[in-house]
C-alpha cells in the first residue's frame, strides 16, 4: 500500500507514529504494510519510491522543520499537485488544514489524486463539507474511494455509527456536540465559575485551542462537521450555508451559573431534525449527551431502536491517526472484495 | 433475498413488521428485496417458494398461535432440519431461544443450513457464544456469512463499535452493561429504594423480565454476550467457562443504599483485561458507563483513542430487528462486492 501525504503536521506525524509502532499488527492481522513514497509539507517535500523511512522523516522534521531536508531523498520547493500527478502510488492522504471558505488547496489535491486513479483519505473539513457530492461523483467515475472518517470526531466513529444506523433504521433526529475547543470552554465556566477569556487562556495553555480559535468559537468548526454527517451519514442533500450557527460569544458567566442551579449545561449543539442548526442550548446534565471536557458526544433518535449515544474524544493527534488507519482498512478490504474494479 | 425464518417470537414477529415499513426503502436504497420462503415455530410452519404473504402470517400467529395455521401454505409439523434442507434460499435466521447449556436446537439449524450454502442470521446467542470459532470455519469453507448483531445489545451496536475500534486501534481493556434486566432492577432499588424482590416483579409486570429470570439475575446471559464481544470483535481465543460469574441474587438494598450515599451506583459490570468477569461492582454515577434502566453500555480503553463510550437500548423486538436487518444488508453488499464466491 503506498501513499502519498500531503500536509505533514501534528495528525502527520501522528499517523507515521502510530503505523511504525503497528506495523506487525498490521501485516499479520490484515497483510497490510503502509509504504510512504511521498510526502509534503509547505516548504517542499521527499519522494521515494522504495518506501521512505519513517523515523528519518519524523527526525528530519523536528530537527530542521522540514521533510523537505532529509537527507538524499528531500527536496525543497516541491509541490503536492506536482507529487500527487507523477508519483506512483495507491492512495492520497490529504492532511492540509481545513479551509472553510473555499476548501483549497485541499479540493484541487484531492480532485488531481482522483483523476489520477488514486485513493483519497481526508482528514481536512473542507473538502467534504464543501464539495462532497462532486468529489463522490468523480471518486466513484474514476473507481477509486474517497474516506475522511477524521474529519468528524477524531477518533471516535461518529460518522460510521451514524451511517450504520441510518442504514438499517431511520434516524429521525440527532444531536451532538462536535468541537472540543468550545467544550472545554462551557465546561469551564460552569465548574470553574471563570469567565470566557479565562477559560479560552486556560484552554490554550492546555493545547485545547489553536492560536486561532474563531472557526471553533464562531460554530463554523462544529457547522462543517454537521454538513458532513448530514450529507454521507443521513444521506441529506445539505449545503453548509443551508446551517443556522450561532457561536459561543455572546454566553455569560452568568446564564452559564443561572443553569447550573437547574442542574443544567450550556452546550453547543449540533443539531438535525426539520432544520439543521448550532448553537449553544441548555442540557440536562444527566442527558448522556452532556458530555463535559474536551469531549464530543453524538445522540440519534431513530424510529425503531430509540436513542443510542456515542461518546469519545473528538480530536487529537493520535485519535485522527486511528481514523485514517480505518479508512486505510477500508480501502484496503474493499479492494481486496473487487469492489473498485 | 429468499429467507427462512427460524423461530417466530417478539423478534420474529418485529422483524416482519418492519420490514413491511421498509420495505420501499429497503428496495429503494439498497436494491434489496426480502421474500420469506418459509417461516417455522414450535408447531410447525409455513412454505411458499414465492414469497409468503407477512401480514397474512402475522395475523394467523396472533390468532391461532403458530403460522403452521396460515391458510393453504401452513402445515402442523413441519421442522427445521427439513425446510432448511430443502427449501431454497439465501439466507436462514435462526431466531429460536438461547439455550446456554449447548445452544441447541439452534446450533444444528445453523451447522445445517451452512451445509447447504445458506448465509445465516442469527439473534440467538447460544450457537456464537458455545461454537464461534467452529460455525465461523464452517461458514467460510462453505462460502457463506455467519452474522450475529442481534446477540448483543439489541439495536445497539456493540459488536461492530468495538471491532471496527479494534481494528484501528488497540482495545487495552472494555466494560460493559450488557443486561437490561438486572439494570433495571439496580435501578430501581437505587431511585426508588425498593427491595430486589420487589424491582424483580416491577420489572415482569413492564415486559422487561422474562418468567424464567435465572438468566440473568445470574449473570448467565450477560456472560454469553461478553465471550461473543471478545471472541468476535476482540479477537480472543475465549471460552464461556473462562469467564468469572457472579450474579446480582446476593445484592442487599443496604448495599445499594451506602454507596448511594457516595455517589456510586452498583451495576453488573462485564469487564475484559487480563481476566473475564461478570460481576456487580460500585461504579462512580458520573460515568458516561453509569447508565439506568434497561439501558446498556460498553465503555473503551484504548492506546490511541482513549476511552470511548456507546449507550443504548440492550433490548427489544423491534431494536433487534434492526440489528437483523442491518446484518441482511451486510450480506447483501458483501455478495455484491463478490466476497463470497
Redo the contacts between chains.
Keep these: 500500500m503506498r501513499l502519498i501525504v500531503v500536509g505533514f503536521g501534528n495528525v502527520g506525524r501522528s499517523l507515521l507514529s502510530?503505523m511504525m509502532e503497528?506495523a506487525r499488527?498490521l501485516d499479520e492481522?490484515?497483510g497490510v504494510e503502509p509504504k510512504i513514497v511521498a510526502v509534503l509539507d509547505s516548504k517542499g517535500g521527499a519522494v521515494d519510491s522504495k518506501g521512505l523511512n519513517m523515523r528519518e522523516l519524523l527526525e528530519t522534521d523536528t530537527k530542521e522543520g522540514t521533510v523537505a531536508a532529509t537527507p538524499k531523498v528531500g527536496q525543497f520547493g516541491l509541490t503536492p499537485l506536482s507529487v500527487i500527478g507523477d508519483v506512483e502510488a495507491d492512495i492520497v492522504l490529504e492532511l492540509t488544514p481545513t479551509n472553510p471558505v473555499n476548501g483549497e488547496p485541499g479540493i484541487s489535491h484531492i480532485e488531481k489524486a482522483i483523476r489520477n486513479g488514486k485513493h483519497v483519505v481526508t482528514t481536512n473539513k473542507g473538502p467534504p463539507a464543501l464539495a462532497m457530492r462532486r468529489l463522490q461523483r468523480m471518486a466513484s467515475q474514476n473507481k477509486v474511494l474517497f474516506r475522511f472518517s477524521g474529519t468528524v470526531g477524531?477518533?471516535?466513529?461518529i460518522l460510521?455509527?451514524t451511517k450504520?444506523?441510518s442504514?438499517?433504521?431511520?434516524v429521525q433526529s440527532l444531536r451532538a456536540i462536535l468541537n472540543g475547543t468550545t467544550n472545554y470552554i462551557l465546561t469551564q465556566m460552569h465548574d470553574a465559575n471563570i469567565s470566557m477569556d479565562e477559560a479560552l487562556s486556560q484552554a490554550q495553555r492546555l493545547g485545547y485551542a489553536e492560536k486561532d480559535y474563531s472557526l471553533d468559537v464562531n460554530g463554523i468548526d462544529p457547522a462543517l462537521k454537521l454538513t458532513i454527517i448530514a450529507n454521507y451519514a443521513l444521506?441529506r442533500e445539505i449545503s453548509f450555508k443551508d446551517i443556522r450557527i450561532t457561536g459561543i460569544a455572546d454566553i455569560r458567566l452568568e446564564d452559564v451559573q443561572n443553569h447550573k442551579r437547574e442542574r443544567r449545561k450550556i452546550k453547543l449543539i449540533c443539531s438535525i431534525d426539520d432544520e439543521l442548526s448550532v448553537a449553544p442550548v441548555p442540557v440536562e446534565a444527566a442527558q448522556?449527551i452532556c458530555?463535559d471536557g474536551s469531549l464530543n458526544s453524538v445522540q440519534l433518535r431513530?424510529k425503531?431502536?430509540?436513542?443510542?449515544?456515542?461518546?469519545?474524544?473528538g480530536a487529537?493527534g493520535?485519535?485522527t491517526?486511528?481514523?485514517i488507519?480505518?479508512d486505510l482498512?477500508y480501502i484496503h478490504q474493499?479492494r481486496s472484495?473487487?469492489?473498485e474494479a
Excluded at 477524531?154 to 466513529?157: L, S
Design positions: 502510530v503497528q499488527d492481522r490484515f477524531g477518533g471516535t466513529p460510521e455509527f450504520k444506523t442504514e438499517a433504521d431511520e444521506e448522556p458530555v431513530t425503531y431502536i430509540g436513542e443510542t449515544t456515542l461518546v469519545g474524544p487529537g493520535l485519535q491517526a486511528t481514523a488507519l480505518s482498512l474493499t472484495q473487487g469492489n
